[in-house]
């Protein structure tokens, strides 16, 4: 692999993504700091990867591959020392009050499978592509498409069930 | 066009996600087609929903590794219908039952509890085993024990 092609690939992904992985983080973990480092951490392991010669066919989604392992590292491990989230009020800053659709769709949202519930955040939290959320849940394009059609036909035949009887 | 070809096309096309011709072709299809308008417009309100739902509930993308390691190692179970289990019951209840009569109805001419076993009747040799013929006795020289022949010791006159 051609070093000099490295910095630029580590650059270009430092500038588009930051701000996502950024917000990437505080959804999980509410905050500060502890975000910051996570994000380092990510593009840290992103250099490393480069630096072997690894060559993700989506990088931006391998990206997100990455912080999501260490997300979940995190709050598992936040989980087992019972230590006070990195900014309890920064995870509560958006939290408008639901109205019945918003419920309705958030119990159905809960029913469906984990994956699919990620897919979901992925896409409309983050607004990663379907290649971007392959790469980065580590399965085929079409499983991406497909549980998204189907997590919005399932919100959408409940609303359409419950709201208009 | 089928509303599950149509869902699917809105929500990619919503996604970006279609190639720029099969996107115009959606819409002027949309354009000239009111019902598929219509049939679009309720698609793409369940994704606002959705997309709203999402965005204010975090919770629901916090996905740990050990929830998904169990949702895709544990199959769905069956729901198996109660009277299933209440067969299975009256069947053992019914094997256990008929084997437990059988048994006690081949025991009850032979009695070989402990208190049987010590009565202080007479033992009488039984007839169908070699062993009826013989029983063991001092010998009266004084030698030591012996085997006597039963009949031969009747014979003779001796207990």
Known sequence: MDTTNQPPLLERLFTESAGDLTRYFARWHGGDQGVQDLVQETFLQMARVIRDGKSPKCARGYLFGIARHLSQAAWSQREQSKVVPFDAAAAEIAAPEDDERVTAAHETISALEPLQREILELRFSHNLSYAEIAESLGIPIGTVRSRLHHAIAEVRHRLESELNP | ?159
Request: hydrophobic share 40%; charged share 20%.
């Open chain 2, 1 to 159: 066009m089928k509303p599950e070809s149509l869902h699917a096309l809105v929500i990619d096309h919503h996604a970006g996600e279609l190639p720029p011709e099969v996107a115009d072709l959606l819409e002027v299809h949309l354009a000239t087609h009111p019902p598929a308008r219509a049939e679009a417009d309720r698609i793409l309100n369940a994704l606002h929903i959705t997309r709203r739902t999402v965005l204010q509930h975090p919770e629901l993308g916090r996905v740990l590794p050990l929830v998904i390691a169990r949702a895709q190692a544990v199959p769905p179970r069956q729901a198996r219908p109660v009277w299933t289990k209440a067969a299975a019951i009256l069947t053992f209840s019914a094997l256990t039952a008929t084997g437990g009569f059988y048994a006690g109805s081949a025991r009850s001419g032979h009695d070989s509890t402990p208190s049987a076993v010590a009565s202080t009747a007479p033992i009488k040799p039984r007839k169908d085993s070699p062993w009826a013929r013989y029983r063991m006795a001092l010998d009266p020289q004084g030698t030591g024990m012996q085997v006597v022949r039963v009949d031969v010791a009747e014979k003779k006159g001796q207990p």
